[in-house]
């Protein structure tokens, strides 16, 4: 089955840029989704289609894809940024929506 | 406003069965996929497996299939995912999920329904 491998952690210093991989055997084919999930609540969609935002997500959030690594990019990091991310893709060959396995963003 | 509205917490004891519900609001719910999302406490997502209301098309998850069974009732718009034995490692938030299609993003969550199974 399809795999899509994440960092665990990242850390950055706020008004710095984080990036966070996801990683997966010629993942640069598939489209690529990330969500955000804060502390108890349900995820939330930031960055669908490799690069597109949906409404109300601010422009800081963005996203790239190709080859075997598809990247969330945030810029100009806040407090609130601090979450855990989630990559997230539709695996044709076992008709199966597959994760990564979550990156914890900390904003120092 | 297009909403999933899930079923409350449930505290059940192992062997138990239960059935929690997903009521989809503000679009056509026959014909969008809804799905189920596993997270255990401090873990990430694990997906469970998707149904199509209009005609009850499913996809499981190899690593849950059996164990669970995702149905779909049109009529009232509410997806539902069922056990009919329960064990305590079934203990987990379980989150509905909106998608157009499959290829398609989750663009709507449910708030998820705690489950905990404990003696």
């Known amino acids: 089955s399809y795999v899509l491998t994440q960092p665990p952690s990242v850390s950055v210093a706020p008004g710095q840029t984080a990036g966070i991989t996801c990683g997966g055997n010629n993942i640069g084919y598939k489209r690529v989704h990330w969500f955000q999930q804060k502390s108890g609540l349900a995820p939330v969609l930031v960055v669908h289609?490799?690069?597109d935002r949906p409404s109300g997500i601010p422009e800081r959030f963005s996203g790239s894809n190709s080859g075997n690594t598809a990247t969330l990019t945030i810029t100009r990091v806040e407090a609130g940024d601090e979450a855990d991310y989630y990559c997230q893709v539709w695996d044709s060959s076992s008709d199966h929506v597959v994760f990564g396995g979550g990156t914890k963003l900390t904003v120092l | 406003e297009v909403q999933l509205v899930q079923s409350g917490a449930e505290v059940k004891k192992p062997g138990e069965s239960l059935k929690i519900s997903c009521k989809g609001s503000g679009y056509s719910f026959s014909t969008s996929w809804i799905g189920w999302v596993r997270q255990m406490s401090g873990k990430g997502l694990e997906w469970m497996g998707i149904?199509?209301?209009?005609?009850?098309?499913?996809r499981y998850s190899r690593s849950i299939q059996g164990q669970v069974t995702i149905s779909a009732d049109k009529s009232i718009s509410t997806a539902y995912l069922q056990w009919s034995s329960l064990k305590a490692s079934d203990t987990a938030i379980y989150y509905c999920?909106?998608?157009?299609?499959?290829?398609?993003?989750?663009?709507?969550w449910g708030q998820g329904t705690p489950v905990t199974v404990s003696s």
């Open positions: 999920v909106r998608q157009e299609t499959t290829l398609s993003f989750i663009d709507v």
């Open positions: 149904i199509y209301p209009a005609d009850s098309d499913l």
């Open positions: 289609d490799d690069s």
